[in-house]
């Protein structure tokens, strides 16, 4: 085993705990998919691509520039589809092919959006408020020249400031919270002056452009022949669900929409771990001890991935794991770790009302779930509709692998990570509960991986022949 720890993710969490653990004396290995450091949070630009500075980039380039003056081994580009044993990782990197191992792995593989289907969500110009935020903060492009931003939580103020940044127009902002759901949470957003300052920021420039925001709001119908042309808007009760009352439609090119965030749990799911359901955490999550140990010896977790607390607690929490590996391997002394880890302690306390406000913001509504039509699409990649799932329910389905065996939902190259939050909760409604339901089993590949990567050069000649055996 050529290191101490392997990391997977180079957002917030991961790279905090490469850096807390490479100080400490570990050797440390960062993997991450994208081609430099920084998460969806503090995503880089492109190469070559200058874009206006920001609170995130700054945030980003500063701990991109922490990496590139640290020990840590960074092998970013790679996409890992494979974990196992305590522990070895393989990837698909420039170079082909690679594996790792480590006695020690710590998970920090954020969160992935989750929209809920409505119809016409998969026509071209329909996309996700975090797949907008790449196209604004990566790479300087907007999502469309007239554009409906919908669903709920902070990123709808986000997209909006920056689509108006780069020179868009907004048609309307539809809020499925509504102005009393936010004022209840000011006093928690208040806890982080700096963070309540950019959130007012993007509320001035919103409000300067004379943008509609359209307050317990959500988006009824996604239309137009080969691609979006318009947005059907509806009034909804403080539970999601549609209600009388008139419906509104927007001319637009693009629709962002996002209903929150589900935890990217795979790699701990993948070792069994004991998890628990927590719908203000987004879902299933593992369950961890204060450090982010799991009940696997030798697995930590933190960040997004183990339940939505955002990038302040992401960062504080994955400098604890790395720590917590130094101490776990002998590297620190229990004096010494319960000093350096003091601040990044408190400072996860002093963040939990913000990220438990902006989590309870993005949970998932069970009555705006119940709210899809029969014939819309949940499962884009096998094309399985909500009428589907509760067939397979009629026909005997009562968890997510029967689910899956019976409509090969969550069998696509998504592997359910887009489809599966929802259609389990179609699913729960039937049976009784998501903690009945469970979830798909998570297995390798963890990530869709070309067949020609993993063999390179290989060829069938190179295929050792025994000789027959005797007669």
């Known amino acids: 085993m050529s290191h101490d720890v392997i990391i997977l993710g180079a957002g917030p969490a991961g790279a905090n705990a490469a850096l807390a653990a490479a100080e400490s004396g570990l050797r440390v290995a960062l993997f991450d998919q994208q081609p430099e450091a920084g998460g969806q949070v503090w995503r880089a630009p492109l190469p070559g691509l200058s874009m206006p500075s920001s609170p995130e980039l700054s945030s980003g380039d500063a701990l991109r520039a922490g990496l590139a003056a640290s020990a840590v081994e960074c092998r970013f580009g790679r996409t890992v589809w494979s974990v196992g044993g305590h522990f070895r990782v393989d990837a698909v990197g420039p170079d082909g092919n690679e594996h790792v191992e480590a006695p020690r792995l710590v998970a920090a593989t954020g969160a992935h959006e989750r929209v809920v289907p409505f119809p016409g969500w998969t026509l071209p110009g329909v996309i996700g408020l975090a797949a907008a935020t790449v196209l604004l903060k990566s790479h300087g492009v907007l999502p469309g020249q007239r554009v409906v931003i919908a669903g709920c939580g902070p990123l709808l103020a986000a997209v909006a400031a920056g689509v108006l940044k780069g020179?868009?127009?907004?048609?309307?902002?539809?809020?499925?919270?509504?102005?009393?759901?936010?004022?209840?949470a000011l006093p928690a957003l208040a806890s982080q002056p700096r963070l309540l300052a950019r959130g007012?920021?993007?509320?001035?420039?919103?409000?300067?452009a004379r943008v509609p925001v359209l307050f317990r709001h959500g988006v009824r119908a996604a239309e137009g022949d080969d691609a979006l042309s318009r947005v059907r808007l509806a009034p909804v009760d403080a539970e999601g669900a549609f209600i009388a009352g008139p419906e509104r439609v927007m001319e637009a090119d693009a629709l962002c929409?996002?209903?929150?965030?589900?935890?990217?749990?795979?790699?701990?799911?993948?070792?069994?771990?004991?998890?628990?359901?927590?719908?203000?955490?987004?879902?299933?999550?593992?369950?961890?001890?204060?450090?982010?140990?799991?009940?696997?010896?030798?697995?930590?977790?933190?960040?997004?991935?183990?339940?939505l607390r955002g990038a302040l607690v992401a960062e504080a929490a994955g400098r604890l794991a790395g720590l917590a590996c130094a101490h776990d391997a002998g590297a620190l002394t229990a004096a010494a770790f319960a000093s350096v880890s003091a601040p990044a302690r408190e400072a996860i306390g002093q963040a939990r009302a913000f990220s438990d406000a902006m989590?309870?913001?993005?949970?998932?509504?069970?009555?705006?779930?119940?709210?899809?039509?029969?014939?819309?699409?949940?499962?884009?990649?096998?094309?399985?509709?909500?009428?589907?799932?509760?067939?397979?329910?009629?026909?005997?389905?009562?968890?997510?692998?029967?689910?899956?065996?019976?409509?090969?939902?969550?069998?696509?190259?998504?592997?359910?990570?887009?489809?599966?939050?929802?259609?389990?909760?179609?699913?729960?409604?039937?049976?009784?509960?998501?903690?009945?339901?469970g979830t798909f089993t998570a297995r390798p590949p963890l990530r869709p991986v070309a067949l020609a990567d993993l063999l390179g050069s290989f060829d069938y000649s190179d295929i050792p022949i025994p000789p027959p055996a005797p007669l």
């Open 257 to 307: 929409v996002g209903h929150g965030l589900v935890p990217g749990a795979e790699v701990p799911r993948l070792f069994r771990v004991a998890q628990a359901f927590d719908r203000q955490r987004g879902g299933f999550v593992p369950k961890l001890d204060a450090e982010g140990r799991t009940s696997l010896n030798g697995l930590y977790a933190c960040g997004d991935g183990v339940g």
């Open 167 to 184: 020179g868009g127009t907004i048609a309307a902002i539809a809020d499925l919270a509504g102005p009393s759901d936010w004022l209840r």
């Open 200 to 208: 007012a920021g993007w509320a001035l420039k919103i409000g300067g």
């Open 359 to 437: 989590a309870d913001m993005m949970a998932l509504r069970p009555a705006q779930v119940a709210a899809i039509p029969p014939e819309t699409t949940v499962c884009r990649c096998e094309d399985v509709t909500r009428a589907d799932i509760e067939s397979a329910y009629a026909d005997g389905a009562r968890d997510m692998n029967q689910l899956k065996q019976f409509t090969r939902c969550g069998m696509g190259p998504c592997q359910g990570r887009f489809c599966g939050d929802v259609a389990a909760e179609i699913l729960a409604a039937k049976v009784g509960s998501r903690e009945e339901v």
